[in-house]
């Protein structure tokens, strides 16, 4: 059984900066994170970065502050997240595709609070 294995979330002051990881468990052969969405209370869930074949795609409102890489060997994702506002206070959940049959997983999420 595939999981989708997110960590890093956590509690910073404006300003501050954190990284999350995603990789994947199990079976997870042709499974692989392409990037993070996040969904703040009351609002619907946003992408945020995503990397697809190396190339790179941010939220404007991000760009600038937040890069998403990869490292191939561990298939894991990563999200450097720094100056972090209060409005990025959300839930940041990684999805990943499983590039046999299309198919896209998500982690559970993890909880990201920007707050002095």
């Known amino acids: 059984q595939v999981q989708v294995v997110e960590s890093g979330g956590g509690l910073v002051q404006p300003g501050g900066s954190l990284r999350l990881s995603c990789g994947t468990s199990?079976?997870?052969?042709?499974?692989?994170?392409l990037g993070w969405y996040r969904q703040a209370p009351g609002k619907q869930r946003e992408l945020v970065a995503s990397i697809i074949h190396g190339v790179t795609n941010y939220a404007d409102s991000v760009k600038g502050r937040f890069t998403i890489s990869r490292d191939n060997a561990k298939n894991t994702v990563y999200l450097q997240m720094n100056s972090l506002r209060p409005e990025d206070t959300a839930v940041y959940y990684c999805?990943?595709?499983?590039?046999?049959?299309?198919?896209?997983?998500w982690g559970q999420g993890t909880q990201v609070t920007v707050s002095s």
């Open positions: 999805t990943a595709q499983d590039v046999y049959n299309d198919y896209y997983y």
């Open positions: 199990g079976s997870a052969f042709t499974v692989y994170p």
